[in-house]
């Protein structure tokens, strides 16, 4: 395919290229407002991952580390990623950049939660997470789905 998963920079041109993307707001303005204040250099570290076709951003997600202190998820508690953000722009859907992404995320070997969006579960599912089933934060209106890697304990039982 020869396109690879890449560390997205945080610059005038990446926040220019994720305007294109739906799920567009605040992780991004606080960034633009970063880059014009000059708190963050040009070019350092963002929590984006992205693919590029030639050079258009065509697919994008974005990675937290979380700390274990801080899991509802996974028992025992554990360090985590939190996935957020996976898009691909719909002129480049199912040709299986979401899974790139998602396999990407899924080799740094830590166990992934996400919050799948309406319509999307047939595609978590497809890439091997679960919905998590306990009521843990419905009332913040998120719709967890978890993964696990290889050897990890079970989520949490309600």
């Not at 395919?1 to 990446?14: I, P, Q």
Request: proline share 4%; no cysteine.
């Amino acid at each position: 395919m020869g396109v690879k998963v890449e560390k997205l920079k945080v610059n005038y041109k990446t926040l220019e290229e994720f305007k294109k993307f739906k799920e567009y707001g605040v992780q991004e303005l606080s960034m633009l407002e970063d880059l014009q204040e000059n708190f963050i250099e040009n070019d350092s570290e963002s929590p984006f991952y992205g693919i590029y076709f030639g050079d258009t951003l065509i697919a994008r997600m974005s990675l937290y580390q979380r700390s274990a202190r801080f899991d509802q998820y996974f028992d025992p508690p554990q360090n985590y990623l939190e996935l957020w953000k996976l898009e691909v722009l719909p002129k480049y859907q199912n040709k299986g950049y979401g899974a790139l992404l998602v396999g990407f995320a899924k080799s740094l070997g830590l166990p992934i939660k996400t919050n799948s969006r309406i319509k999307s579960q047939g595609f978590w599912e497809k890439m091997g997470f679960e919905a998590i089933t306990y009521d843990v934060e419905r009332d913040l209106g998120e719709n967890p789905y978890v993964w696990y890697p290889e050897g990890v304990t079970e989520q949490k039982l309600g």
